[in-house]
Structures are given as C-alpha cells and as structure tokens.
C-alpha cells in the first residue's frame, strides 16, 4: 500500500485511553511510512506527541463552550475552515478518524470527508450518568451521540457494536469493530524502565482518572474486606479527590498515590495483582496492558469490553459489578492462584499490525459485489 495520509481528530490529549490510543495509532502509522496528522480541538496535554508527526491544533485556551448552541455553527464552520487549510497545506486526507464526543459533534456538522468515526465508550451507559446530573446534561450528551446518525462508525469493542445494534437509539451508516492496537514489544520494554518511586513489596494497581465511570467507592469498599490487607497503587490524575475517598472508606493508610504517570508500565510489572472496578468501559485497554506486561488481573464484568479480553479460563476472575464482595473474592483468589499469561488469546486480537492494517483498509475503495 502506498503511502497514505491520515488525521486522527481528538478532543485534546488529556491522559485518557482515547488518547493513548489515538498517539499508539499515529505512530505506528509514521513506522509503516504513512503520512499521520494529529488534529487536536482544545490544547490540554498529558502526552507527549511522537517526534515526526505533525500537530494542528484548531481553538486556544481563550475558546469556551465551542459546542454549546449558540456557538456550535460558528465552531463547526472554523473546523471545516481549519481542516482545509491543513489540506490545503499538506494534501488531502485519505482517512478522517474522529474520536470523542466534541470531535464527532463538531467534524459531523463540518460534513468533512472520508470520516469514520470511533467510538470508544459505551453510549447507553454514559447516558444513564447524565441523565442523573439532570436534563441540561442529559441533553447535551444526547446531542452529541446523536451526531452518530448516519456515519460510518468504528466500534472498539463488540460490546459496543452490539449494544449500538440492539438499542437502536443511533442508526450509522456503517458500523465495524476494530479492537484498541497495542504493540506488546514496546509495552513490556517500557515495563523494564527502572523507576525508583515504585515501592518495594507486594502490592495491588489500579489506573484510571478518578471519575464515577471507573468505581473507586466499589474498590475501596472490596480492598477494605480483602483477607490479605495488601497495599493498593492508585495511578490517577486527582490523588487529592482519590485520597478523600479512600478516607471516606477506611483505607487511606493502604493506598499509594503517585499520581498520573506517562510510563506506567514499570508499575503494573511490579504489581502483584491489577483491579478493573469499573461501572463501563469501551474496552478496558488497562486489563490487556496488565495481562502483557505478565500481572494477574481481575475485572468487573462490566459493558463493555473485559469479557472479550478475559476469556477461557481468564473469565473466571471476572466479578459482577457494583458487588464489592464478589470482587475481593476474586481478588484473594487471584492472589492464590492464576492461569498463565504465556499467550492470552486476546493478544493476537489487538496486534499492532493487524490493528493498523484495519484502520489502513479503510482507505481504500469497497470491492465492487
């Protein structure tokens, strides 16, 4: 395949999955000898973007609320302005990959083109959280899944898909699933970092933003009735808020909280068990890098994603969520015992290469039937 040019469109690159995921593709792309461009609506950084690849950045930190109603025509027209003036500059894109809800709504009402747009969380569920936040929000969330009507839609997972199909709140174009890409050789290289902030000893991980989404009530409420009182790493990016609520449930003197870390790889290495207690997820990317990175891991059966990374004998360390119990269960049975992680079967599905190869195919014509 020749050389293609491709702009991975995000809201910002804040240290979430999204944006890991977005950084993993473009610089697999740039290897392979494509012409990857980042395009970043809002300038908020936790990553380091790859040397070689370009970035735009379309609005400053003087830019509020872009897409509330008053402002989202005017938004939308200074996108399509801005994504035609990079092309303008380097050449037309062959693929758009939009990913997150403010760059779907904004490249949806732009009617930019080729765009695929990749979601990455459950709809259905991020719904119901806005929806107890009241109508203003729930309103606005559903807007911007809205938006997804009509297009050609990339699903992480095939939860996700699934729950798409079987709701039909949102009626895409198109619809396929490609997994989240992961290159196991950098991540256990990077695994192999020394860092000299890791404690010594056993301890459990958990990584993820301090957010409802991700259930630290629900793995405080288990690690407080574990019957091996190990100490739990949280990587996160608010320890302050984290810290307030272990407090809140009695385990504040177990808990380590270094903060978000760029390479957290080192840390899941060392640990001896890592804890998903999520509500939802798109994929639950933590849980492959744990098992890559040879830690035992234990996950709520959550929508969407964990079930298709812990499968054979893996599932059974899958507890159901919001149940605290069950998940310490899991817990100290992880700790006794585990299947190997020689070769997980999930580690073939989510293969750098074959992940980009996917992405790649989009960019050429459909075969004619």
């Known amino acids: 395949m020749s050389g293609k040019r491709i702009a991975l469109v995000i809201d910002s690159l804040a240290g979430g999955g999204a944006e890991k995921i977005v950084l993993t593709l473009a610089t697999e792309m740039k290897r392979l000898g494509h012409e990857p461009h980042l395009l970043v609506i809002s300038p908020n950084y936790d990553y380091v973007v790859p040397e070689g690849i370009p970035l735009h950045v379309c609005f400053d930190e003087r830019d509020k609320h872009i897409i509330a109603w008053w402002r989202l025509g005017r938004s939308a027209a200074r996108v399509k302005q801005w994504i035609e003036g990079?092309?303008?500059?380097?050449?037309?894109?062959?693929?758009?990959?939009?990913?997150?809800?403010?760059?779907?709504l904004l490249l949806t009402r732009a009617g930019v083109a080729p765009l695929y747009i990749v979601v990455h969380n459950s709809i259905e569920e991020e719904l119901k959280r806005e929806r107890k936040l009241g109508p203003l929000a729930y309103l606005t969330m559903l807007r911007t899944k809205k938006a997804l009507d009509g297009q050609a839609l990339i699903t992480v997972s095939k939860g996700i898909a699934r729950e798409i199909s079987q709701t039909g709140r949102v009626a895409p174009r198109s619809m396929r699933t490609i997994y989240?890409?992961?290159?196991?050789d950098a991540i256990r290289a990077k695994a192999?970092?020394?860092n000299p902030d890791?404690?010594?000893?056993?301890y459990l991980i958990h990584v993820g933003r301090v957010a409802r989404q991700k259930r630290h009530d629900i793995l405080f409420q288990a690690l407080a009735k574990m019957q091996k009182p190990l100490p739990l790493v949280l990587l996160c990016n608010n320890p302050k808020k984290a810290?307030?609520?272990a407090k809140k449930h009695g385990v504040a003197d177990r808990i380590i909280c270094p903060g978000f870390q760029a390479n957290p790889f080192?840390?899941?290495?060392?640990?001896k068990l890592l804890v998903l207690s999520s509500d939802y997820e798109g994929f639950g990317n933590v849980l492959a890098e744990?098992?890559?990175?040879g830690t035992p891991v234990v996950s709520t059966r959550c929508p969407h994603g964990p079930d298709e990374i812990l499968t054979g004998e893996l599932a059974d360390y899958l507890a159901p969520r919001r149940d605290s119990e069950a998940l310490s269960r899991k817990i100290d049975k992880a700790l006794c015992h585990y299947p190997s992680l020689h070769q997980c079967e999930i580690f073939d599905e989510v293969a750098i290469e074959r992940i980009v190869a996917d992405y790649l195919s989009l960019c050429e014509p459909p075969s004619p039937v």
């Not at 744990?290 to 990175?293: A, I, Q, V, W």
């Open 86 to 104: 990079i092309e303008q500059a380097h050449g037309r894109f062959d693929l758009i990959l939009s990913n997150l809800d403010k760059s779907n």
């Open 180 to 184: 989240n890409p992961f290159d196991m």
């Open 192 to 194: 192999e970092e020394v």
């Open 198 to 202: 890791i404690p010594e000893g056993d």
């Open 243 to 245: 810290m307030k609520l």
């Open 266 to 271: 080192p840390w899941i290495r060392r640990a």
């Open 290 to 293: 744990g098992l890559m990175c």
